[in-house]
């Protein structure tokens, strides 16, 4: 078994490993499709991406965008060569088609240029979609693919036609977290309610004693604008008055804050249920005790095999039943200075 500090330290160095041969140190980048919305994953990935990719490259993205912001010739003005990076997550293939056609479009409009996918897990329901898109990257002809798992790696290898490698998803390279906030009950449920949640009844993990229920992709339209002011006054009190360094900044510092919530949402338990990918990954971070399931296509267990499998405090339960029966394994992980409810 293995600690989370050693887990985090062999990932980062791999992930480092994989991308630094394909860039060159000191020159200017792109990192493409920040994850303007609620979800905490997709901001941790990108607190991740940030401080991996300014390691890697020497310094901070030259242009940063959203799918809906993007514009192809302030891209070329403030970063004219160099990789485009491409933020990664869960929305390759056809199941969120947003970011799937915001990829291909990129694709299309910068021919040629080294454009590299971050680590992703891979999902088509549409083979004739994946069969396009070999076509779309045999065209483009420099696309650099990461994935998270070896199903995604195996569908990679069969229908694309590109660099490919696997490597961790980039949200560890936040490092190890402190627990933070305050502690409100014994087991924390944070449970999928969009289209990737698993059709399993949830309804036996609800009556747990001590428990609280939530999902982290709602926050108050407050929350959105105190953000967006808190985030434009950081710009201007640091300087950064150049519009692609006030949008790095306003980006940082939005997905700080939300990373900050859902943190908040996992410390205020002592153990984590969770059918979310990045529920799991930041409990790992933190070191939190936690039972995982999967989504409608196994997308945790996948990742659990393929890189936490030996982590010591992550429990698999195939189906929401099996969940009391680990909860007492998972107390048993817990710190002896624990505060519990239980009898």
Known sequence: MATNVELISRQCALLTHRIAPLVDRGT???LLDFPHHANVGDNAIWLGERALLSAIMGGEPAYVCTYKSFDAQALEAACPAGPIFLHGGGNFGD?????????E???DRMLGRKVIQLPQTIAFSDPHRAHALRARIARHGDFHLFVRDETSLAFARENLECYIERVPDAAVGMGALARRGRLRSDIVLLLRTDKE??????SCLLDLPA?????WLDEFPSFRRKVAMLANTSSYALGRFDSNKRRLTAFDFTARSRVARGLRMLCSGNIVVTDRLHAHILSMLLDIPHIAMDNNYRKISNYIDAWNKDYEKVLLATCPEDVPRLLGHAKSMLCPQATTHWQ
Do not use: E, T
């Open 211 to 215: 428990s609280c229920a939530f999902d």
């Open 197 to 202: 949640k698993s059709g399993q009844d949830m």
């Open 28 to 30: 200017k980048y792109a």
């Open 95 to 103: 199941i969120w088609p947003v970011h799937q056609n915001f990829r």
């Open 105 to 107: 479009r990129i694709l």
